[in-house]
Nanobody, 123 residues
């Protein structure tokens, strides 16, 4: 069974940066696609970014493009999300997810999910 644990969330001022990490255990995920989603209070879960087993990347809303960067470290079995120039609209719980498939996707078709890490951006 795969377990995903996110870290790196916290409170940051607008314009600041955070780096989220997701550590996987239970099996190596080098042949699996990984993704990040977020969910703000009262809103549906939103796709942020996905990276395939071959490092093909998909980003979600235009609001994160150019500010967020997803990457993976297969040696450490981790996936990260670098978030720059944060604004209050980025406040949400951020979830890491993994697929059995090697293909990246923006849908919620992921097989494993972490518990989430809270990101709060103050104005």
């Amino acid at each position: 069974q795969v377990q995903l644990v996110e870290s790196g969330g916290g409170l940051v001022q607008a314009g600041g940066s955070l780096r989220l990490s997701c550590a996987a255990s239970g099996r190596t995920l080098r042949t699996n696609a990984m993704g990040w989603f977020r969910q703000a209070p009262g809103k549906e879960r939103e796709f942020v970014a996905s990276i395939s087993a071959s490092d093909y990347i998909i980003y979600g809303a235009n609001s994160v493009k150019g500010r967020f960067t997803i990457s993976r470290d297969n040696a450490k079995n981790t996936v990260s999300l670098q978030m720059n120039n944060l604004n209050p609209e980025d406040t949400a719980v951020y979830y890491c997810a993994a697929r059995r498939s090697p293909m990246a996707t923006s849908t919620v078709d992921y097989d494993y999910w972490g518990q989430g890490t809270q990101v709060a951006v103050s104005s």
